[in-house]
C-alpha cells in the first residue's frame, strides 16, 4: 500500500514545456545556436544551468563563456521564461490534475513536489494549487539534479515517508530514472517522446484512479 505522491511539476501539474522551449530557442539564437523540439526534449527534467550547458555543447560553443557569463544568459533567459508565464492561471492546470489532487487531500494522502523548477513555489501559486503540496523541494539544496534520485529520496522524506511508500509521476525520462533508482512506483506520464521505464504509463490524470493507484 503506498501512503504518499511526489509530483514534477513542468508537464506533469501544468505544460510550461513550451515556454521553456520559446525562451531557451531565443537565447539559442542569440548565440547562433539552432535548437528544435525534438532537441527541447532532452532539456526536460534537466536544471536551468545544465539546459544552458547542453544547449551551448551542442551549438559547439561549450568552452566560450565564463561562468559570470553563463549565470548571466540563464537569467536572462529566466526572465523571458516569467514573463510568459505572466498569463498562467488554475485554466493550465493539466487535465484531471485538480481532482487527482483533491482527492488525494480528502483521503489524508500526503503530497511532495519534486521539481527542478526554482519558479516552481510561483508557479504552484498562480495554479491555485500550492495548498494540496506539504512541502516542495528546493532545488537549490541538491547536489545532483535528475537523474539521480536524490530529489525524489527528499520529497519521500519530506512527508516522512520511506520511498517504497510512495508514487512518483514524471514526464521526463530523466525523472523516471530519478524516481525507480530512488525505489519507488512511476506513473510516467506521456507526451510527444515515447517513456520508458514507467511502472505505468498514462497521457493523463483522467485515465487514473487513486485507489487502485495506492495498491500498488
Ligand atoms: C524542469 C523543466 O521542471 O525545471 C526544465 O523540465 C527546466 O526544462 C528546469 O530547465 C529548471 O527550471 P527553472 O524554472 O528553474 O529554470
Ligand atoms: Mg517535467
Known amino acids: 500500500m503506498k501512503k504518499g505522491l511526489v ?59 565564463t561562468q559570470e557569463e553563463k549565470e548571466a544568459l540563464a537569467a536572462k533567459k529566466n526572465t523571458h521564461y516569467v514573463e510568459l508565464l505572466s498569463e498562467l492561471s488554475p485554466s493550465d492546470l493539466l487535465p484531471g490534475v485538480h481532482d487527482f489532487l483533491e482527492a488525494a487531500r480528502v483521503k489524508g494522502i500526503p503530497c511532495a513536489l519534486a521539481s527542478a523548477s526554482k519558479n516552481a513555489p510561483m508557479i504552484l501559486d498562480k495554479l491555485d494549487v500550492a495548498n494540496y503540496f506539504a512541502h516542495v523541494v528546493d532545488p537549490a539544496t541538491l547536489k545532483k539534479g535528475k537523474p539521480d534520485p536524490e530529489i525524489f529520496l527528499k ?11 510512495t508514487i512518483g509521476f514524471e514526464d521526463a525520462a530523466a525523472g523516471i530514472q530519478g524516481i525507480k533508482e530512488a525505489g519507488m512506483y512511476a506513473v510516467g506520464l506521456e507526451t510527444t517522446e515515447k517513456l ?21
Do not use: C, Q
Open 155 to 165: 520529497a519521500a522524506a519530506s512527508i516522512n515517508l520511506a520511498p517504497e511508500e
Open 196 to 216: 520508458t521505464g514507467a511502472d505505468i504509463v498514462v497521457k493523463s490524470f483522467n485515465e487514473l484512479d487513486l485507489d487502485e493507484l495506492l495498491t500498488h
Open 7 to 65: 509530483f514534477d511539476l513542468d508537464g506533469v501539474i501544468t505544460d510550461t514545456a513550451k515556454f521553456h522551449y520559446l525562451a531557451w530557442k531565443a537565447l539559442a539564437a542569440e548565440l547562433d545556436i539552432t535548437i528544435d523540439e525534438k532537441f527541447n526534449e532532452t532539456l526536460k527534467g534537466i536544471s536551468r544551468m545544465d539546459s544552458l550547458d547542453r544547449i551551448l555543447a551542442f551549438g559547439g560553443k561549450e568552452d566560450i563563456y
